[in-house]
């Protein structure tokens, strides 16, 4: 079962700059399409960024609000991924999450719907932006 630990937040002015980790406890992450989540207190998960299997091409999918700010990726040697956050802006003050696709799902199918990702979540990892 795979299960993937957040890493990487924390407090950032205004402007600038973020890169967040998702590592994997199994050498058979890279079988999985990973997503990235952010969550507001009292509110649902939101859909942050996804990508797909290297051997796929690797095909990504963002927010339209941090598109062409924060950019996913991942490091299949490694077991792991990342989203490099940029230009931050207040309102992307969150708890973020990562997480793989479902056994069974048809992702890209869905890619915005955290019911297409694993069951467990992880703990998170908080990021604030704020002067």
């Known amino acids: 079962q795979l299960h993937l630990v957040e890493s990487g937040g924390g407090l950032v002015q205004p402007g600038g700059s973020l890169r967040l980790s998702c590592a994997a406890s199994?050498?058979?992450?890279?079988?999985?399409?990973v997503a990235w989540f952010r969550q507001y207190p009292g509110n649902e998960r939101e859909f942050v960024a996804a990508?797909?299997?290297?051997?796929?091409?690797?095909?990504?999918y963002y927010a339209d609000s941090v598109r062409g700010r924060f950019t996913i990726s991942r490091d299949d040697r490694k077991n792991t991924a990342y989203l490099q956050m940029t230009s931050l802006k207040p309102e992307d003050t969150a708890a973020y999450y990562c997480?793989?696709?479902?056994?069974?799902?048809?992702?890209?199918?869905?890619?915005?719907?955290?019911?297409?990702?694993?069951?467990?979540w992880g703990q998170g990892t908080l990021v604030t932006v704020s002067s």
């Open positions: 997480n793989g696709d479902r056994p069974g799902s048809s992702w890209p199918l869905g890619f915005e719907n955290p019911d297409t990702y694993l069951e467990v």
């Open positions: 990508i797909g299997w290297n051997t796929g091409g690797g095909r990504t």
């Open positions: 199994i050498s058979t992450f890279s079988r999985y399409a």
